[in-house]
């Protein structure tokens, strides 16, 4: 059996708020194969979006391992876990998080400079990467100028600058009106028809229901973890 | 791509990019106006009193040069004395008196007149026509307009007037041969110049074979001070004082000027400093969130960090070399104030521009805005992440 692309070990993460020490995450243990498209699911508070900072290296475990490709994240040092976040892992945002000064193209060609990309073959990747999202044409055209939908099109095509092995997604699709969000979901399965893992933390009933596995929380746990048969259904009933 | 995310973020708050580099432009012009007035005085004196390159100026005892109406006597004696000297190269003797210049009605203008030997003097510079000869005299714009002659004319003067009698004494004519710029009278002061004898000439028995002053040049190589020490010994009767000494002294009364200078000059590098530094923090503080996501997303702190301090380092820059044309205009503005000061010789400058001092002052100005914003560039750059997304979600 081949090593799965991440693995969660008995995780855990506390943080202080408000006088209290809060256990977000309680000792959760997860596997996730290359190719996935999981979402994660459940109330406010539950942990969702605790849980894929730690997979994403963005945030620390208090106890437990995170392993993506066999190695310990949890371990690196602030240098490293971004050399990593950079190389192997794109982000997507609820709220976009585009930098509004920057067109579209050199918001996508932002990771791909911090990797050290040449200037030319940047341009060509984002032209190819806004064209892949839809976007072909606004490569231009800033933020502001841009509607939600298509703006977290730019975020999407930004989380895929360097190629990474993973992307994952905090309430990709929050900020949008229904049909945009649609629109969206259904890019997010393209990109996963295309190859790329997915973790996508949603509220949205349709972006679960287009995952192959929903993972549901409650309270810092994992309470159900369904895979293949209905997803769409679970999802509506957590 | 960094360069592009520094003029986005400064091109994006416009209003406070040009109120910050106006601050700093205000700032290092100011202290560039410090840096001149601390320095600028001195050097002007130097280069004034070594014009000609004379080291030693030789007095009447207990004076210095052209602080008293005291005056030399045998005059052609001393100078004889002193050119026993093999050390001394060169001795020109100076004569500092008064003329009138009889007008209608029994009218005079007067003017300081200085008696020297245009061969060596280093009193005056020309501006137009020659030195003067035997019955002739060079005079200054102001002397110039006030009897409205120019140069080549002809006209009388006298060495003294008895206003008791409405008589002149120690009339003679004389040409005017050449307009001149007098280095140690001030500015609107009329003046003229001829040779000593015709100035001893004119001012009859009390002047005759006297000097004010003697400038004396050291032969290449000789030690200034072993002249001097060699003048206090042959010569009694006079005080030699060398341009170093007089220096001195002049520093010793310019150093309440350093000491306001130093004073401001801080002040505004501190102002500068400040600035810089209050307005890095608030962008930081401003796009905490922007940075939070930057780090998500693999930026590394380093990247972050240079930008935040590109962006105070274009802000100090822009401000600097705008402060130095700022300052190089109000340097003229106040020079020409100051100049005016009755008494004050016209070439002496208080704002002197001296590239290495106006650029170790402005780069200092630079360095120390650069350093203001490190912090908040450093601490903007190592935000926890997860945190900040988090409250910035909230």
């Known amino acids: 059996m081949s090593e799965p692309l991440l693995r969660l070990e008995h995780v855990e993460r506390r943080y202080h708020m408000g006088g209290e020490d809060v256990r977000a995450v309680r000792g959760v243990s997860l596997s996730i194969d290359a190719g996935e498209h999981l979402a994660i699911v459940g109330p406010s508070g539950c942990g969702k979006s605790t849980l894929l900072n730690l997979l994403g290296a963005i945030d620390r475990p208090d106890a437990g391992r995170v392993l993506l490709d066999g190695r310990d994240v949890s371990a690196l040092s602030d240098r490293e876990a971004t050399e990593l976040r950079l190389r192997r892992i794109g982000f997507v945002f609820q709220r976009f998080h585009l930098l509004a000064a920057l067109s579209a193209r050199e918001n996508v060609e932002l990771p791909m400079s911090e990797a050290g990309l040449g200037k030319r073959e940047r341009a060509e990747r984002a032209r190819e990467l806004l064209s892949y999202v839809g976007l072909a044409g606004r490569e231009r055209h800033r933020p502001p100028q841009l509607s939600g939908g298509e703006q977290q099109r730019v975020a999407i095509a930004r989380a895929l600058a360097n190629r990474p092995a993973l992307v994952l997604a905090d309430e990709p699709t929050g900020e949008l009106d229904a049909r945009t969000g649609a629109e969206v979901a259904a890019l997010f399965q393209r990109l996963n028809d295309d190859g790329t893992t997915l973790v996508i933390v949603t509220h949205d009933e349709e972006l679960a229901a287009a995952a192959k596995r929903v993972v549901h929380m409650r309270d810092g746990l994992v309470v159900r973890d369904e895979r293949g048969v209905a997803p769409a259904a679970a999802a509506r009933g957590r | ?394």
Request: no cysteine; net charge positive.
């Open chain 2, 1 to 394: 791509m960094l360069g592009r995310l520094v003029a986005a973020a400064l091109l994006g708050h416009r209003a406070r990019t040009i109120l910050a580099v106006a601050g700093v432009a205000v700032s290092a012009a100011l202290l560039l106006d410090m840096v001149m007035l601390s320095t600028g005085m001195s050097v002007s004196f130097r280069s004034l009193l070594l014009a000609r390159g004379f080291q030693l100026r030789v007095a009447p005892k207990g004076t210095l040069p052209f602080d008293t109406e005291a005056t030399i006597a045998d005059a052609t004696a001393t100078i004889a004395a002193l050119r026993e000297s093999p050390d001394i190269d060169a001795v020109s003797p100076v004569l500092g008196g008064n003329i009138h210049v009889p007008g209608a009605n029994g009218t005079a203008t007067s003017a300081v007149a200085l008696g020297l030997d245009p061969r060596y003097q280093g009193d005056y510079e020309i501006l137009a026509g020659r030195d003067p000869g035997e019955g002739e005299i060079v005079a200054n714009d102001a002397l110039l307009a006030a009897i409205g002659r120019g140069v080549g004319d002809t006209l009388t003067i006298a060495g003294g007037y008895d206003p008791q009698l409405r008589r002149f004494a120690g009339v003679r004519r004389v040409t005017i041969a050449g307009r001149a710029r007098f280095l140690y009278l001030s500015r609107g002061q009329r003046a003229a110049a001829m040779p000593t004898a015709s100035l001893q000439a004119l001012g009859g028995a009390s002047r005759r074979d006297r000097a004010s002053l003697m400038m004396i040049r050291a032969r290449p190589g000789a030690d200034v001070e072993t002249v001097r020490a060699w003048i206090a010994r042959r010569l009694p009767r006079v005080t030699a004082i060398s341009t170093e000494t007089a220096l001195a002294q002049v520093e010793e009364r310019l150093s309440y000027f350093r000491q306001l200078a130093f004073i401001l000059g801080s002040v505004s590098l501190v102002v500068g400093v400040l600035l810089v530094g209050t307005l890095v923090t608030v962008s930081v503080n401003e796009r905490i969130g922007e940075f939070a996501v930057l780090r998500a997303i693999g930026v590394a702190k380093r990247t972050i960090t240079a930008q935040i301090m590109i962006e105070g380092a274009t802000l100090m820059l822009v401000g600097s070399l705008l402060g130095l044309l700022l300052g190089l205009v109000t340097a003229r503005y106040l020079n020409a104030i100051l100049s005016s000061f009755p008494g004050l010789p016209q070439a002496i400058d208080f704002f002197l521009f001296q590239p290495r001092s106006a650029w170790t002052a402005l780069g200092l100005l630079a360095i120390a805005g650069v350093l203001a914003g490190a912090w908040p560039a450093w601490r903007g750059a190592s935000l926890p992440v997860a945190r900040t997304l988090r409250e910035e979600a909230a």
